[in-house]
């Protein structure tokens, strides 16, 4: 064997690379393997400056940035992108890179490993768009059972993909790199209330259906409190024109995607953090979203909807308590019963030291490593 050869790994994923931490984890972890890594997505016109990573970026820019005219122009420039290259896997990242990788890695005859990061074709975002769901699933179900790997998020969607296509998912959760902060910013520093409770919503997709609007009508029902909402989604300008005209908008601060430390530097002063998805859809009921590990890695007790995933993890800890439905006047009442016993909030965040030593990425990686391993 030349050992000047190094294997190399050619990674995609849709979005603009910034924020995704899941995917930079899968990066790492190739790299450990060793294999050489190029990961691949999308510029966009408003996308922030992409940070120096110890693996090749590259970021393409396309015509059109949503509908099915930037799919299919994605698509096809990552079908091309991936035919020009050498590689010896591909890491196809959700559902809307996998055609292309498939069809390279068999014309190519390397590995394909797909990482389907929730269960895509039951987004609420495709629930009144048959067609394009038809198009979606077709693609999932012709090759979905030709895969020699695959991983997921959790167990149920796991548990999905098994029973619809029998194929064994390999479970690697959004556990984020264990976080350490040499000392805390003071809440001053970073333009934030000192002695006001704060929650914090945060996340890359704050989009319908996961109970934003009901979070900020619920902040007029509790004076005193602040809200901070970090990161992007569909509903972010409906939600601040909400805020609005609630009168309210001095209480609910919007924050933008930022880099991870950044974030986390805001998300460690708060309160309480907050995920309300609605159990509308199959992939939200499932879903296990990557800030209900940020808030645990923060030390900050957790209020969220009662979803399976999410439950078992705040009720196996005990770091939270739950809505008991979507309307504001409820929520407003979660948040206030959250802070309303001082022993036991203390004791949540007790909790959450000890969850975020054993929820660690370095148990995760493990299977991962297993994974790549294999293949080089």
Not at 45 to 61: G, V
Not at 157 to 162: C, D, M, S
Not at 198 to 226: K, T
Not at 311 to 332: C, L, M, R, T
Request: glycine share 6%; hydrophobic share 45%.
């Amino acid at each position: 064997m030349n050992h000047l050869y190094l294997k190399k790994a050619i990674v995609s994923v849709i979005n603009d690379l910034v924020t995704d931490q899941r995917v930079h984890k899968s990066c790492l972890a190739l790299k450990k393997s060793g294999f050489e890594v190029l990961l691949v997505g999308r510029q966009m016109r408003k996308s922030p400056d992409l940070p120096a990573r110890p693996y090749s970026c590259r970021r393409m820019k396309l015509i059109f940035e949503k509908g099915p005219l930037f799919y299919a122009e994605f698509n096809l420039r990552l079908f091309f992108f991936l035919l020009l290259k050498r590689a010896d896997l591909f890491l196809s990242n959700d559902l809307d890179t996998l055609l292309p990788n498939f069809l390279i890695s068999r014309l190519k005859r390397k590995t394909l490993v797909f990482d389907s990061h929730e269960y895509f074709t039951g987004t609420p975002e495709l629930a009144d768009r048959a067609f394009v769901r038809k198009t979606w699933k077709a693609i999932e179900a012709f090759i979905v059972p030709r895969l020699a790997e695959m991983i997921t998020v959790n167990d149920s969607i796991a548990g999905l993909f098994y029973d619809e296509y029998g194929i064994k998912a390999k479970v690697i959760r959004n556990i984020p790199q264990g976080f350490q902060t040499i000392e805390k910013p003071d809440r001053s520093e970073l333009g934030m209330p000192e002695n006001n409770k704060i929650l914090v919503l945060q996340g890359s997709g704050i989009n319908i259906q996961r109970g934003a609007e009901e979070l900020v009508q619920a902040m007029a029902l509790l004076p005193g409190f602040h809200l901070m909402i970090i990161g992007g989604g569909d509903v972010i300008d409906q939600l601040h024109k909400l805020a609005e005209s609630l009168g309210i908008i001095e209480r609910v601060r919007f924050l933008p995607r930022m880099q991870y430390a950044e974030m986390m530097a805001y998300t460690i002063n708060a309160d309480l953090g907050i995920t309300l998805d609605k159990d509308t859809n199959i992939n939200y009921r499932f879903s296990l979203p990557n800030k209900l590990f940020d808030y645990i890695q923060a030390g900050i007790p957790v209020l969220a909807s009662p979803l399976p995933e999410i439950k078992k993890i705040i009720e196996a800890y005990d770091i939270g308590s739950f809505i008991v439905n979507h309307k504001p006047e409820n929520i407003a009442n979660a948040i206030k019963d959250a802070f309303s016993n001082v022993e036991r909030f203390e004791k949540w965040k007790i909790n959450t030291k000890k969850a975020a030593q054993e929820l660690s990425w370095e148990k995760e990686e493990k299977i991962l490593l297993n994974i790549y391993g294999q293949y080089n």
